[in-house]
């Protein structure tokens, strides 16, 4: 077991939120990071008063929480939107909320293997903590630092293994996202950067639309941070470390029919 392997299983646990108790965890959690900490511009707390944030996207979801072990609480989540069984043409929110370039506005990527990451967020509180992390709140560690802190590791990285492993267990190849691009900066000095696919618009704050197929990271991950992809394969249990056969899910579909495929901002 390599040294951020072991530092990880130290710190962190993720957790599938795939309970009633553990889904109230899921929205108080978004409640205390959206409205309280203020994340997403003009979300106004007083409308949730049982203070669970909830959307309509949360039941064609999969959940995942991060907790803390030292502290045995929950400080990060985010879940994975996935397309509508009953209705495949449903749009994803990126799709809904932003614009892709036209290079872009008909990937041919099947549907049902495709999940929009939202909801992603760590409670602000937690980097405060001085025994816990070193990592200063709000700002993104430069390229020296992720060496220097690498026995630490992000707890953003804590989510995107949470991801990895969902994607596996459900047949996931395909990710979009509305982000941040500060975040996909901070995912970079991982490599699990997303490729931006359209300019940034004003959707709860500057936000950008993302792609990047799944076995693009993984790639990147055994090439380049071969700790990384350890530990969000478990060493290569989970995701296979010979990805060449699976390299056709990467490709454009031309066979694929309209409704299975069309992903398309308008």
Request: charged content about 25%; some cysteine.
């Amino acid at each position: 077991m390599n040294d951020i392997t072991a530092a990880f299983h130290e710190y962190f646990e993720v957790v599938f939120a795939d309970t009633p108790s553990l889904l109230e965890n899921v929205f108080n959690l978004r409640y205390r990071i959206l409205c309280i900490e203020n994340k997403y511009p003009n979300v106004d707390a007083t409308s949730y008063p049982d203070e669970l944030e909830r959307d309509e996207y949360d039941d064609r979801s999969l959940h995942l929480l991060l907790r803390h072990r030292p502290s045995n609480t929950f400080v990060g989540t985010t879940r994975l939107i996935c397309s509508n069984s009953s209705d495949i043409e449903q749009k994803f929110p990126v799709e809904l909320h932003t614009q892709f370039y036209p290079a872009y506005a008909d990937l041919n990527v099947p549907r049902k293997q495709a999940v929009e990451i939202s909801r992603f967020g760590i409670l602000s509180d937690f980097f405060r903590r001085k025994n816990d992390l070193d990592f200063t709140v709000n700002k993104i560690p430069r390229q020296s630092d992720v060496g220097r802190r690498r026995r630490f590791p992000h707890p953003m990285l804590g989510l995107a293994i949470g991801i990895i492993q969902l994607c596996a267990k459900y047949d996931i190849y395909h990710l979009f996202s509305a982000m941040d691009p500060a975040l996909n900066r901070l995912f970079s000095f991982y490599g699990m950067q997303f490729n931006p696919i359209g300019p940034i618009v004003d959707y709860y704050g500057e936000r950008r639309p993302y792609y990047v197929c799944l076995l693009d990271v993984l790639e990147r991950l055994h090439a380049n941070h071969h700790d990384i992809w350890e530990l969000a394969t478990d060493n290569g249990r989970i995701w296979p470390a010979n990805i060449e056969a699976f390299k056709s899910i990467c490709s454009c579909r031309k066979e694929a029919s309209y409704t299975d495929i069309c992903m398309v901002t308008y």
